[in-house]
């Protein structure tokens, strides 16, 4: 009996080995030889399902990126507002000892999108899923009554993209100061800025939580 082959599972494999050599040698290290080597597969096998290192690119590029637009909707599913907006800043930054891998790729591919005019449109449509997602989370928020009377929503839309990319690049750059608990504490803040609750307000409420 001939062997059943998932073709779809077999474009994911390949697609996730290009995240691997990544994570483990940088994105120079991307051939398609490096990435046949990592997958386990022969040259021939990879061309067949991409026929060059740029369709491969571009399947990895959005492989990464809808699969965390994916778990963002999982997440923030049957919450709205702020609640949300908490929930999908906690699935975007890099919790966890896996996380600086993950953000090493994502960094990676951004770099690869300024030089890469293809890649770098598939990038900006991505970022404006996500922005208007923030948006949408910021709309409900002034909505229900949460969001400070005093924040406007584009603004604040600039701000949490910011703050969610920039914790990327420190968990990169400067992993020892993108700990867990920093990372926690600095959505607890934005959330609390975001309502219209001072600082002072907030390690007030920490230390009486303690």
């Known amino acids: 009996m001939p062997k059943i082959v998932d073709h779809d599972e077999r474009r994911t494999h390949i697609v996730e080995a290009v995240t691997q050599i990544i994570i483990n040698h940088g994105f120079e290290r991307v051939t398609m030889r490096e990435i046949a080597a990592e997958a386990g597969y022969a040259h021939g096998a990879i061309t067949r399902y991409f026929p060059n290192k740029q369709s491969l690119l571009t399947a990895a590029f959005l492989h990464v990126f809808n699969g965390s637009h994916e778990r963002t909707i999982a997440r923030c599913a049957g919450v709205r507002g702020l609640e949300a907006l908490r929930r999908m800043s906690e699935e975007l930054l890099p919790f966890e000892e896996a996380g600086p891998?993950?953000?090493?790729?994502?960094?990676?591919?951004?770099?690869?999108?300024?030089?890469?005019p293809e890649l770098w449109e598939i990038h900006h449509d991505n970022i404006l899923k996500r922005r208007d997602l923030i948006r949408r989370f910021l709309a409900e928020a002034r909505e229900d009554g949460e969001l400070a009377p005093d924040h406007d929503i584009e603004n604040?839309?600039?701000?949490?993209?910011?703050?969610?990319?920039?914790?990327?690049?420190?968990a990169v750059l400067t992993p020892e100061a993108a700990t867990d608990p920093a990372m926690h504490a600095s959505i607890d803040a934005m959330i609390a800025e975001l309502r219209g609750e001072r600082p002072a307000a907030i390690a007030g409420a920490r230390d009486a939580a303690a």
């Open 156 to 170: 604040e839309v600039n701000r949490v993209s910011a703050h969610n990319a920039g914790w990327q690049m420190m």
């Open 101 to 116: 891998q993950k953000s090493r790729v994502v960094l990676s591919f951004w770099d690869r999108a300024a030089q890469d």
